[in-house]
């Protein structure tokens, strides 16, 4: 067996476990006492593991048919996506954007899962996508997948997971400012969350940026397996 294949194995397990387990059933937050309207979906973390999930299953199909490359245009908005996840959670929790308490009474399962979901899942994704993918041909169709997904979470956010949790995690300097997964959001007003998912957005072209750079670079100096 190839070490491609391999790896490829080792990847979907994890990212279908930590996907299936946080994203689409949210065993995380239900073991929390958090029943709430959207589920595990309500963070972008877990919309990030949907997506690596799509890529890591794609992969492993095209271990048995080599000719399947439909899922090409999602690679290029997976790189960009998964920096976002990674730069702001960490910055954000280095700031204390969340709220005190978040990991009080976590167990060494709880920090593994953390980190593979805002780390970890994004390592494999850039191995897979740099070394056995070719990424960044069709720059309007990739861009527009990306896009597709800012703004799908974004009005995820406002339009439905938001009004329809009215009563969780309420800001303590606005009124009736509730509902948003994370709580330095509810402090916002919306001018000021326009302005950080402005802020987001060029932080994803930066991102975007950055992994065509990385890409170029590898292609430059390693021969690819694809």
């Known amino acids: 067996m190839e070490q491609r294949t391999i790896f490829r194995i080792v990847a979907f397990v994890l990212i279908a476990y930590y996907a299936i387990n946080s994203a689409l059933l949210g ?7 958090l029943d709430l309207w959207g589920g595990g979906l309500i963070f972008l973390s877990n919309w990030n593991l949907v997506v690596n999930l799509v890529i890591a299953g794609c992969a492993l199909y095209r271990e048995y048919d080599r ?4 899922y090409q245009p999602l690679l290029a908005a997976s790189m ?4 976002i996840v990674v730069l702001l959670y960490w910055v954000l929790r280095a700031m204390g954007a969340f709220g005190e308490g978040i990991e009080e009474n976590w167990e ?3 920090h593994i899962r953390n980190i593979y979901i805002h780390l970890g899942t994004s ?28 703004i799908g979470y974004i009005l995820w956010m406002e339009l439905f997971v938001s ?17 948003f997964p994370y709580l330095f959001l509810n402090d ?3 001018i000021g969350r326009l302005i950080f998912y402005f802020g ?4 994803g072209n930066g991102a975007l940026a950055f992994s065509y750079y990385l890409y170029n670079y590898k292609k430059k100096n390693w021969s690819s397996s694809e």
Do not use: H
């Open 27 to 33: 065993t995380y937050m239900l073991a929390r006492g």
């Open 163 to 179: 009004p329809n949790n009215p009563d969780w995690n309420c800001s303590e300097t606005r009124a009736d400012s509730c509902g």
């Open 200 to 203: 987001v957005w060029v932080l």
């Open 67 to 70: 000719s399947f490359v439909s």
């Open 80 to 83: 960009g996506l998964n920096i």
């Open 108 to 110: 060494l399962t709880d």
């Open 123 to 150: 390592v494999f994704l850039f191995v897979e996508v740099i070394f056995f993918n070719k990424p960044f041909q069709d720059w309007k169709k990739e861009y527009s997948i990306y896009m597709a997904i800012f």
């Open 188 to 190: 916002l007003s919306e």
